[in-house]
């Protein structure tokens, strides 16, 4: 059995349907039940009489209910928010204010301090707490339904809801179907937050295939061993995750295809794929298939993708992030026409119709290209051999004294040292002037800071110019991660900035 997303339908219901569906954080349940109680929660939709575009709010963290309202709701048509219990409730509750929801799929079993019109519980049962208010809260259009609203975090500090539509769901699903490689027999390991659409790629791959899709909960990854052996207990063929998230794992020694060797096919996206890191995967799981995508939540999860062969790994020590889906177009746009490199810019049917109710944002960085919606990523990029590379953000390119410098190359250097096993470059910034280049790095084994930053200083010298080499190195036991797997620039540069006024 599995779902199709064009028709609406589960298709093939005589086939397998009690093969597993979903292995939850609380249980696990087959196609089945899936079909079954993805069918009894439309039920409810239709009950309580949502309109055409309301936003539900999907709330929880790696219950199975999870993943199966997100597919009740794109079943029915009805418009859903996803957000995680990592979340602080003031911040629910202001995605709440600004969207005007008046409905809450609880699909855990806590008492959430939140004041909404109705709540539908774990079972079910829905409660009103007061009379809904639906007047101006109906969002999208008839010809294109907006299926999600995902917000991401904002610059200025406030969420920026990502508007994707059904169309867009649809466009990416073609693609991933024919050119990802996945079939029935995959189980895919879902371990992001169901805020971080990461984790939407799993749900959609794995029910469009009738796949297998298994939950894995904070607690459950804090746990390395217990991690390891719920990938195996469920023989895992598809590892999704950010290459930060993975990193975690390179060093323990169960980490290879002898102890973990369910795992067929690694999926990296979300942040730049190290070439060291393939080169340690592929050591470790010696068949393994490496795939790397591309593509911001503003255009439906990713818009490229490649696979990381021995030979890429070998010929470009900045990997390819891939060539893009075919109803798609990746633009390159320079400020100079001699420049190598420009801004990224995402063209399709897949890329968001703006963000919520922020007229001015959407005009910096949305706009029509040949009559397609256009996103502009903010990230620097260039063609080579029809692929796309890009070399980091905007603001990862930085001026000073004058000299152009690409933070990501400092670290991609730093790298290549013996003593090194990652490293993270950042700018310092005064009213937006680059006052000093600092890099963190993790060493593979103890040594002196001075000892240390003389080796890494005269090693960078024989590299880059002068006018590159960071005018700090500042040695760190781990990264800190966003909730997003991500590693969390703002929290090392926040640390710094403390430590250097206390001494």
């Known amino acids: 059995m599995k779902y199709n997303f064009k028709t609406k339908q589960f298709s093939e219901i005589e086939t397998a349907p009690k093969k597993l569906a979903i292995a939850g954080s609380d249980r696990d349940i087959d196609w089945d039940t899936l079909k079954t109680k993805t069918e009894q929660l439309v039920k409810v939709f239709n009950e309580i009489g949502i309109p055409n575009g309301h936003p539900v709010i999907i709330y929880g963290h790696k219950e199975y209910l999870f993943p199966l309202a997100i597919l009740a709701c794109i079943h029915s048509n009805t418009t859903y928010i996803p957000i995680d219990k990592i979340y602080p409730i003031d911040r629910i509750k202001k995605i709440i204010e600004k969207t005007g929801s008046q409905i809450l799929i609880n699909c855990s079993e806590e008492t959430l301090d939140i004041n909404i019109a109705i709540t539908i519980n774990s079972s079910f049962n829905t409660t009103v707490n007061f009379i809904p208010d639906y007047s101006n809260k109906i969002y999208g259009i008839p010809e294109d339904p907006l299926q999600y609203i995902m917000f991401t975090s904002g610059s200025t500090g406030e969420p920026k809801g990502v508007q994707i539509t059904q169309n867009s769901i649809l466009t990416f699903l073609n693609w991933a179907q024919k050119d990802f490689g996945f079939c029935s027999d995959d189980v895919f390991m879902n371990q992001a937050p169901f805020t971080f659409d990461v984790s939407l790629c799993d749900v959609l791959n794995s029910f469009s295939h009738g796949g297998t899709l298994v939950l894995n909960s904070t ?95 070998s010929k470009y020590p900045m990997l390819p992030i891939g060539f893009p889906m075919p109803a798609s177009k990746i633009v390159i746009e320079k400020l100079d026409p001699n420049d190598k490199e420009g801004e990224l810019i995402i063209v399709g049917e897949h890329v968001s119709i703006g963000y919520f109710k922020n007229d001015e944002l959407n005009k910096q960085k949305f706009f029509l290209h040949e009559g397609k919606r256009a996103f502009k990523t903010g990230d620097l990029a260039y063609y080579e051999n029809e692929m796309v590379f890009c070399i980091g953000r905007n603001d990862d390119q930085v001026k000073m004294h004058g000299f152009r410098i690409e933070l990501n190359e400092i670290s991609n250097v730093l790298c290549k040292n013996d003593l090194i096993s990652d490293a993270v470059t950042i700018a310092l910034k005064r009213n937006n002037e680059v006052k000093k280049i600092v890099s963190f790095v993790i060493v593979k084994e103890p040594i002196q800071k001075e000892e240390l930053n003389q080796h890494l200083v005269a090693f960078l010298n024989t590299t880059l110019p002068y006018y590159m080499i960071p005018g700090d190195l500042v040695t760190v036991g781990s990264f800190p991660y966003s909730t997003s797997h991500k590693i969390d620039k703002n929290k090392l540069i926040e640390d710094y900035l403390k430590q250097q006024f206390n001494n």
């Not at 975690?248 to 730049?272: S, V």
């Not at 070439?275 to 439906?300: H, M, Q, W």
Request: proline share 4%.
């Open 219 to 313: 607690n459950i990854v804090k746990d390395q061993e217990a991690f390891f052996k719920r990938l195996v207990n469920y023989k895992c063929s598809v590892w999704t995750s950010t290459p930060s998230f993975a990193y975690l794992f390179l060093r323990h020694p169960d980490f290879n295809a002898e102890k973990i060797y369910t795992i067929k096919t690694f999926l990296f996206m979300g942040e730049e794929l190290p070439n060291r890191t393939c080169s340690i995967l592929k050591k470790s799981f010696n068949d393994v298939r490496i795939l790397n995508a591309y593509g911001p939540t503003e255009a439906t999860i990713v818009t490229t993708l490649v696979e990381i062969t021995d030979d890429v790994i």
